[in-house]
């Protein structure tokens, strides 16, 4: 989803550039990856991934070592920052600034490239980067307090964000929040029955639709037990969790254990351009998190008029409010149990979800990062 969301924001603002360079990290992974159900789509088409351009802008793909251990991922900011000096020495790339998306790896590299070069350097947090990284040991919570220490300004998903920058001693003066933003000509409404039809689910139950990578942070276990709550009360109702990652299997028996094979369905990893009728197939979003910075599914969720059920955590409880969803606390699958069944039943103003969520729209979100490109090249 982050690589949607960075090349959504090039987009938008590329006729604002002479040329734009894009260096993309990512794992190497054998063809065969394609193969591997846990993988998620984006990553499974990131073993074909090809260097390509469209109008001014050229994308650089960086290969590294997959982060399957924390050691390896230490290596990961060094690695990335000598293969894009490679590119940039190569292409003979001449830039006026650098804009990192996440303090690491990329915010890592970016420093290095910045001091190499005397050019400015903006970083965007937008969450496990400044909630979780640094505080899993001495190690990490040095290199990103070097990364925000070398960033001329950072860009921060929400006020949770905000609070942890501070804490590490950046200045008001060095930092902004812009929340992240959704594609408005994509996510928008589509009649419910029309997208149960393509998706080829259940025109007459009740639908809760969760979206996200099947990891422990994302909190789909606690999902899984609030369903078997919910359903034995409401047997009509059905969740599908759309996604892939490393816990599809334990999910699964999870799923067996307590005997909700017909009520609770894994879906997978599903390309973007779906993930739309997903949600307005929805008659509720999901959303059971233990950690996130600003995720962009809650407001691709809103922008279909989609009343959210979410963990209160990250910048969550700053845009959720009563009238859009409902806030409940993380691995309270109890809590969870209780608030899907009230999203459920409660009258919703749909209009208002969607006019609420344009407030975090591309329009309102670029002209604040083109402000800060501008103040720190002049």
């Not at 006020?159 to 959704?182: M, P, Q, T, W």
């Amino acid at each position: 989803m982050a690589s949607n969301f960075v090349l959504e924001q090039i987009k938008r603002m590329k006729n604002r550039f002479d040329k734009i360079y894009v260096l993309a990290s990512i794992p190497y992974l054998p063809k065969v990856a394609k193969f591997i159900p846990f993988l998620s789509y984006a990553n499974r088409q990131d073993a074909f991934a090809k260097n390509y351009s469209f109008d001014n802008v050229e994308v650089f793909f960086i290969r590294h070592i997959p982060p399957i251990s924390d050691t390896l991922r230490l290596r990961i900011g060094w690695e990335i920052a000598k293969k894009a000096l490679k590119i940039i020495k190569k292409k003979k790339i001449e830039f006026d600034l650098i804009h990192a998306h996440f303090a690491y790896p990329s915010g890592f590299a970016g420093a290095i490239i910045k001091r190499l070069f005397r050019k400015p350097l903006i970083t965007s947090a937008y969450g496990y980067d400044l909630h979780d990284l640094p505080f899993r040991n001495y190690k990490w919570k040095k290199i990103i307090s070097w990364v925000l220490r070398n960033s001329d300004h950072i860009i921060v998903a929400g006020e949770a964000l905000l609070e942890i920058a501070k804490n590490f001693g950046v200045e008001n003066s060095r930092i902004s929040v812009i929340y992240n933003s959704y594609n408005e000509k994509i996510f928008k409404p589509i009649p419910k029955k029309h997208a149960r039809e393509i998706l080829g689910l259940p025109k007459d139950k009740k639908i809760i639709i969760a979206i996200g990578r099947l990891v422990p942070v994302k909190g789909h276990r606690y999902l899984i037990q609030a369903a078997k709550i919910l359903t034995e009360k409401n047997p009509d109702i059905k969740i599908y969790i759309v996604g892939g990652g490393k816990l599809i299997y334990a999910l699964s028996m999870l799923i067996s254990k307590l005997n909700l094979q017909n009520k609770v369905f894994l879906v997978g990893s599903r390309p973007h351009t779906e993930i739309p009728l997903w949600i307005n197939a929805a008659d509720l979003i999901a959303l059971p998190s233990l950690n996130e910075g600003c995720p962009v599914v809650i407001l691709e969720s809103m922008a279909c008029g989609k009343p959210v059920v979410c963990s209160a955590v990250g910048c969550l409880p700053y845009i959720i409010n009563d009238k859009v969803g409902i806030l409940v606390e993380s691995k309270n699958y109890i809590q969870l149990a209780n608030a899907l069944e009230e999203g459920l039943n409660r009258s919703w103003d749909y209009n208002y979800i969607r006019e609420y969520s344009r407030r975090f729209s591309w329009k309102h979100s670029i002209s604040r990062i083109l402000d800060i490109y501008r103040s720190i090249t002049h």
